[in-house]
């Protein structure tokens, strides 16, 4: 039987027909506009003209797209096997690149969340991404570096995210022949540049003082002012606010609030509960604090977390106004009570759900 499909090393256009046979016509060029007509119909299958289209719209936004990936959604399935509904499976790069980050940076709420989890992506998973979720990881990388340089919020996060990046990318890029990375090594380079520059950047970046003819902090009673260093949980935050002013500097040091910053990171942890919850008073709450933080990670506190749906294993933004207005859950809950099935995932459950 003949094979009848499509011959892949030419068309047949270019050739032409002689007495001695069938000669390539070198001269002569395809123009594809030509091949349709004026209501932009082809006048013949109409595949190759829309073959075209779509590589050059392709190669067109490969090469000049900045944005984040095409994906923008509030929730996805997290699939960990093939059924006979759904084939395959759903993997990190997958949620990295559908779910919506470039909006939840830009909510307060959810930058340092998106921070974290970036970060400890950069410690142990870059290498797992695919090619395109690997890029969309820098676009909304440099929109979180862009969001500090002109908002001054939170400098120090990306600055520990951008170092534990650059540690990652020189030690897999220092050999070149077993590079892990996908994609060509020296595109790495200029990524790793990128990111030299941004960590200047970020230690130039000199945060205005604010000229204001309201009240400010230090005309705030003592006692409001300490209540506002209680609602701290970094003990960074606290030591840097601590050098700002000489009275911050004695609220700053209260051991009351040493010993309650030890309270709520390690007081769940066996080997240090009775000591924590102990009345002594001849213990160093400070030093405490950084003994049990070499041992023990500290909790973690963010504004807005994303949720996974235990029943229907979906995994969302939760929009806190329409969830009050609309008493929407944010995802297609087919349960009876969706509130119960909700489950708050910190950065380091978002990777050990695709841990399959």
């Not at 829309?50 to 090469?63: D, I, P, Q, R, S």
């Not at 930058?111 to 690997?134: D, H, M, P, R, T």
């Not at 902090?217 to 000489?246: E, V």
């Not at 106004?321 to 008493?327: D, I, N, Y």
Request: proline share 3%; glycine share 4%.
């Amino acid at each position: 039987m003949p094979f009848l499909g499509k011959d892949w090393r030419s068309p047949g256009w270019s050739w032409t027909k002689t007495e001695n046979g069938w000669k390539e016509d070198n001269n002569k060029e395809i123009d594809f506009k030509e091949l349709c007509s004026d209501n932009g119909e082809s006048l013949f299958v109409g595949d190759v003209c829309e073959l075209v289209t779509t590589k050059k719209g392709k190669e067109f936004y490969n090469n000049t797209t900045k944005s984040q990936f095409a994906f923008r959604d509030k929730w996805i399935y997290i699939h960990k096997g093939s059924t006979k509904e759904r084939h395959g499976y759903c993997t990190l790069g997958e949620a990295l690149n559908r779910l919506d980050f470039s909006s939840a940076i830009q909510d307060l709420r959810r930058f340092n969340y998106v921070a974290k989890l970036f970060q400890l992506i950069a410690k142990s998973q870059l290498s797992s991404l695919s090619g395109a979720a690997q890029k969309n990881y820098f676009n909304i990388l440099e929109k979180i570096v862009r969001k500090v340089l002109e908002d001054h919020y939170n400098p120090r996060l990306v600055k520990e995210l951008l170092n534990d990046l650059s540690s990652t990318l020189h030690g897999l890029t220092i050999h070149v022949g077993r590079c892990v990375l996908v994609g060509n090594v020296n595109i790495w380079l200029c990524r790793l540049e990128s990111i030299g520059k941004w960590q200047q950047e970020l230690n130039d970046l000199q945060i205005p003082e604010q000229m204001c003819s309201g009240m400010s902090f230090d005309d705030l009673p003592l006692h409001m002012q300490s209540k506002i260093l209680y609602k701290l949980s970094d003990a960074c935050d606290i030591i840097n606010l601590g050098q700002a002013t000489p009275t911050l500097n004695i609220l700053s040091e209260n051991r009351i609030l040493w010993k309650k910053l030890c309270h709520f990171h390690f007081s769940d942890k066996p080997f240090c509960r009775n000591l924590v919850l102990s009345k002594s008073d001849n213990v160093d709450w400070k030093l405490m604090y950084f003994t049990l933080q070499k041992h023990y990670p500290v909790k973690e506190q963010y504004g807005d977390t994303l949720h996974f749906c235990k029943h229907c294993s979906i995994l969302f933004w939760k929009d806190r106004h329409l969830a009050l207005l609309f008493k929407d859950c944010d995802h297609p809950c087919s349960a009876n009570d969706p509130d119960s099935c909700l489950m708050p995932i910190s950065p380091q459950d978002f990777i050990d759900l695709f841990k399959f």
